[in-house]
């Protein structure tokens, strides 16, 4: 079975720019999870989907979106694009949500801001 | 206010001896939690989960432990091997399911 997979691996992007990640999810998992990794500030949550419907978001501002496709892709979404977002997004997908089960990580997509 | 906490960023440990990691937190009530390994440039890969009312859980040569009274976790690695040098996460569930916080992380070098 095909893990988590994410697109791109790598993307430089400059200040005032947007972004959209992808995130696969394993064939069959219905729920996505967002985070964000920084060296200062570790690995936070994001936001969560499932059946294309947001279920948990975390403390992050406005400019940080996501969506979730029938086929439980997901796409996430950073607008006017800061330095301090610079950083490693990781999804992750889980069979149901809420059920306990682990949560599979993808790779991540480094992101740097200049 | 909310905090989890790991003990040490970084432990160093001889090969064969026991690693014992510690997670710590306040003002959370977490039903579970979990813990992670992540290896650099790579995605945390999910090791073991203990619910609130079990005290133990094992799987092969890793065991956890959870005290809802001393709001901590720990994580041991017997016999530990080289291979078993990554950064270790904790992870709590603070609601929902599946809204985690994550720990800072120990990164576990396991020196032969």
């Known amino acids: 079975k095909a893990g988590v997979t994410q697109t791109p691996r790598y993307l430089i992007k400059t200040r005032g720019q947007q972004v959209t990640l992808s995130c696969s999810p394993i064939?069959?998992?219905?729920?996505v999870s967002w985070y964000q990794q920084t060296p200062g500030q570790g690995l936070q949550f994001l936001f969560e989907y499932f059946s294309e419907t947001q279920r948990n978001k975390g403390n992050f501002p406005g400019r940080f979106s996501g969506r979730q496709f029938s086929n439980s892709r997901s796409e996430m979404n950073v607008s006017t694009l800061e330095l301090g977002d610079s950083a490693l997004y990781l999804c992750a997908s889980s069979l149901v949500a809420g059920d306990l089960s682990e949560q599979f990580f993808g790779p991540g997509t480094r992101l740097t801001v200049l | 206010s909310q905090k989890i906490e790991q003990n040490s960023e970084a432990l160093n440990i001889q090969e064969g001896k026991t690693a014992t990691l510690t997670c710590n937190y306040t003002n959370y009530s977490p039903a579970y939690l979990q813990w992670y390994r992540q290896d650099p440039g790579r995605g945390p890969v999910f090791l073991l989960l203990?619910?609130?009312?079990?005290k133990e859980k094992r799987k092969e040569r890793l065991k956890v432990t959870f005290d809802t009274t001393l709001k901590q976790s720990l994580f041991h690695i017997t016999a530990s091997q080289p291979a078993d040098s990554a950064t270790y996460l904790c992870a709590l569930d603070v609601g929902n399911g599946q809204n985690f916080v994550f720990g800072p992380g120990t990164r576990l070098s396991v020196l032969p």
């Open positions: 064939s069959g998992h219905r729920s």
């Open positions: 203990i619910r609130e009312n079990e």
